[in-house]
């Protein structure tokens, strides 16, 4: 969905003295507001209540002794020593200057020295130093400046503004206090009978049943990752893996692996953790969640258990070691609704009364909890999702025209939420009014015979007149080949047609990257579509930035021009910083992502997928799912390939050796066309409006 353009409304202020606060006259007009951070402060509260759609922007300076060692805002990189320590933002360097919106269960971000960012949900700032409370530090300390926007949506009912009593307050009035949830009126939902309790699948009942989610995977998983759950680990083999990865990424390891319980006749489909570093094994917020063999009003629901572990204690069956979790399961169940609702993600928080509650009972390994016996509803916000739409525009494709060529199995094989057969409906004929330029991946430049979506380009240009083009970017930064698509369409733009711009891989974060730093250009393109973009970044180049080049170069022998900077534009902690100051395209967004399992994979993603395994599922070898997705897009589903599969065709290539590019048949015209054709009808329709 996308954005809309917010408009610079003042905001007035009516300032108080706080701890930190810079002092203005009360009544003043404050657009900007001044703090100061010294080397005791953990957090200070701003005194600032914020909206969804808020605009903050923050400019810090300033320095603190650490350890020896000069801090700035941006902070100091942590070794692999220092990931052990639990500090408020594992992913921040030490004494980082960081943020949060909300209470203590709300997530923090890295403000460093430069951060601008649209609000998800509402609630009071509070800034703060990535620190433990015993660590010493000295110094002058961090300044920072925080400049409020309001947005359009909320200045449409009266300014807010800061009171004496610290609330928000609207033409006069006092307003919801920040962060109030949105509960659904009783009844809203049909819950269907579900189970009381999981079991440990040898016969003995386990934890209750206190979650019921609402909402797709990527929805889910989304929303976890954005309130810092991570997701858990299930071997040994994992953990090992993920640890050495985390270590090489300097990212502290949360995600230890967790029993495997039984519902509806399988172990935990998804499951995540919310913990301390060193407090890991011992103490950690943990839960599970199993899809549900139904649906509600056609949407996916997860039905799960979340419990605190907080020490250890003798398993009852075998009088060994095992986790013991407090007994009043419901503070879990109500930190797991607060932590996901402060993402901004969450639509409705209620709460379903099964016929028979659970109250008092034992866990399978002995232990006492109790519970009002109520399970928490939550309704996930999520994107527009169209992927209904592509999957029929699709499957009508490759049965009336197969522009592919050859034999393909039922559509359903080959988009994660296709029918497996589908009617071969009429197909009208395409607008050719708007060109589809192609924007390509990292080392594209070097194939030679085998450019992605090449002949898919082709086919709309022969058998449907489309005015197709294709831009060959270069092995450079993101930020270069930005101002490289700038020149190309400034210099190409007709005056009249506006671009269908379709970014594949690196050409999606190097087109959202221009799109979103050369303004100028919404004038000249009708939509953006993400196919498998790094838009997110990728974690392979975090956890082994050298070792990622090697790998390139092995798949795709020697290639030249800038890859260190290519490479470093990929990475997930560069790409997510950008994200984070541009979060808003002022066009049209949609992504399709790539999905794979192991066995589907092609030889040369082999490694990467293994890897990439570890930081959860789906992904496509290089990319998770959420990491491929451009925020507030509209979501056209996911691709049932790999990340080279799903654009380039290897059949012919001499590029690849053949051992390496197994399950690369992939109908990838039909579903250029298919993109194509959904994005024009959406454009048809604004435009008729």
């Known amino acids: 969905m996308k954005t809309a353009r917010f408009l610079s409304l003042p905001i007035l202020v009516i300032c108080f003295l706080l701890p930190g606060m810079a002092q203005t006259s009360s009544g003043s007009a404050a657009p900007e507001q001044k703090f100061h951070l010294d080397g005791g402060t953990q957090f200070l509260d701003t005194g600032i209540d914020l909206l969804p759609q808020d605009e903050l922007t923050f400019q810090a300076g300033g320095s603190l002794n650490y350890q020896n060692r000069a801090a700035t805002p941006d902070g100091i990189p942590r070794g692999w020593r220092d990931l052990l320590r639990p500090l408020p933002l594992n992913s921040a360097g030490s004494a980082a200057l960081i943020g949060r919106i909300g209470g203590s269960e709300a997530p923090e971000f890295l403000v460093g020295t430069h951060h601008h960012r649209v609000v998800t949900q509402a609630g009071r700032l509070s800034l703060g130093i990535n620190r433990l409370a015993n660590d010493s530090l000295s110094g002058p300390g961090y300044d920072v400046t925080v400049k409020v926007t309001r947005s359009a949506a909320a200045s449409a009912g009266g300014s807010a503004s800061t009171g004496a009593n610290g609330g928000a307050t609207t033409n006069g009035s006092t307003a919801p206090s920040a962060g109030t949830m949105i509960e659904a009126p009783a009844g809203t939902f049909n819950i269907p009978e579900i189970p009381a309790r999981v079991s440990d699948g040898k016969g003995h009942d386990g934890d209750m049943v206190n979650l019921f989610l609402i909402g797709t995977q990527e929805q889910v998983v989304n929303t976890f990752l954005a309130a810092q759950w991570e997701q858990s680990d299930k071997t040994i083999k994992d953990a090992l893996i993920h640890g050495a990865l985390s270590t090489l990424a300097k990212d502290a390891y949360l995600a230890m692996p967790m029993s495997q319980l039984v519902l509806y006749g399988r172990t935990q489909d998804l499951s995540f953790e919310h913990a301390e570093a060193v407090a890991v094994v011992a103490s950690r917020h943990h839960l599970r969640l199993w899809k549900a063999p139904f649906l509600l009003n056609g949407e996916q629901v997860w039905v799960g258990s979340a419990t605190h572990d907080i020490g250890f204690d003798r398993d009852a069956r075998n009088n060994g070691i095992t986790h013991k979790i407090d007994a009043n399961v419901d503070l879990e169940r109500t930190f797991v609704r607060d932590t996901l609702w402060s993402t901004g993600l969450v639509e409705t928080v209620s709460y379903h009364a099964p016929a028979n509650p659970v109250t008092t009972a034992k866990t399978a390994t002995g232990g006492e909890f109790h519970s009002d016996g109520r399970v928490l509803v939550l309704k996930m916000k999520g994107q527009t999702t169209r992927a209904g739409d592509l999957a029929r525009t699709f499957c009508s494709i490759l049965a009336n025209e197969n522009p592919d060529g050859g034999q393909w199995s039922g559509c359903g094989d080959y988009l994660s939420e296709a029918p497996a057969q589908a009617a071969a409906a009429g197909l009208p004929a395409l607008p050719t009014g708007t060109p589809v330029l192609i924007l390509p991946g990292f080392f594209s430049d070097c194939l030679t015979s085998s450019q992605p979506f090449h002949e898919a380009l082709e086919h709309l240009k022969s058998a449907h007149q489309i005015k197709g083009e294709y831009f060959q970017l270069k092995n450079l930064s993101s930020a270069d080949n930005a101002k490289l698509i700038a020149d190309y369409i400034n210099t190409h733009f007709d005056g009249t047609h506006k671009y269908l711009v379709v970014g594949y891989s690196k050409g999606a974060t190097d087109g959202y990257e221009a799109l979103a730093t050369f303004p100028e250009l919404n004038a000249k393109v009708a939509a953006f579509v993400s196919v498998a973009g790094a838009v997110g970044g990728s974690r392979l180049v975090d956890v082994m930035p050298g070792g990622y080049a090697r790998w390139l170069k092995a798949t795709y022998m020697q290639c030249q021009g800038d890859l260190t900077g290519a490479i470093d534009s990929l990475s997930y902690r560069n790409r997510q910083k950008f994200l984070a100051e541009h979060p808003n395209l002022d066009v ?50 996911a691709a049932a390939a790999d990340h080279l599969a799903v654009a380039i065709n290897f059949a012919t290539t001499s590029d690849i050796p053949a051992a390496m ?29």
């Not at 049209?588 to 589907?600: G, L, N, S």
């Open 661 to 689: 590019r197994s399950h690369n048949e992939y109908p990838r015209a039909a579903l250029l066309e298919a993109v194509v054709r959904v994005v024009l009808g959406d454009l048809g329709k604004a435009g008729a409006r």
């Open 588 to 637: 049209p967004a949609y992504t399709i992502a790539a999905q794979v399992d192991r066995a589907h994979a092609s030889s040369m993603m082999a490694e990467t997928w293994q890897m990439m395994s570890v930081y959860g599922l789906p992904q496509d070898g290089q990319l998770l799912a959420p990491d491929a997705t451009i925020p507030g897009s509209q979501f056209l589903g």
